[in-house]
């Protein structure tokens, strides 16, 4: 099956629920690990919408990748609440571990800032390939990360 093949049968699965382009995108991203120029052109060919239109909506929502990611995403808390109680000592030690700053990747890693994964008040928190993890420490990383 080619790569439009399956973002076709996504996107018709989804042309008549609500929220059916964001529906689709996101699962084209699941199965895919992003949304390709040829994917989007597909979803808006079942949406029957131009592709500026599709390319706004991937390119506005970040976790709408467009190309090929890592396999693991690291994500710390940067906002305020996680700061209060420790995020930005957290995001050291977590940038130490990876050897990467935040907005970095390699071959294995992406970490990422984030501005709240709605665990204010277990904070610092972090999230790892879509875990959320709170009251974070780089011991959490060290036990998500795979082998
Ligand atoms: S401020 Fe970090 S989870 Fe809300």
Do not use: W
């Amino acid at each position: 099956m080619e790569p439009g093949d399956s973002a076709r049968a996504i996107a018709l699965r989804n042309k008549d629920r609500v929220g059916g382009v964001l529906r689709a995108l996101r699962e084209i991203v699941l199965a895919h690990g992003h949304v390709s120029r040829d994917q989007e052109h597909v979803v808006a060919d079942v949406f029957n919408l131009s592709h500026a239109e599709i390319r706004g909506v991937v390119s506005f929502y970040h976790d709408l990748k467009t190309t090929p990611q890592p396999p693991v995403e690291v994500r710390v808390c940067q906002a305020e609440a996680c700061q209060a109680v420790g995020g930005r000592e957290l995001t050291a030690r977590v940038e130490a571990l990876l050897g990467l700053r935040l907005g970095e990747a390699n071959d294995s890693v992406v970490l990422s800032a984030v501005y709240c994964l709605g665990l204010c008040a277990q904070g610092p928190a972090m999230m790892v390939n879509g875990r959320p993890l709170a009251r974070a420490d780089e011991r959490d990383l060290r036990a998500e990360m795979p082998p």
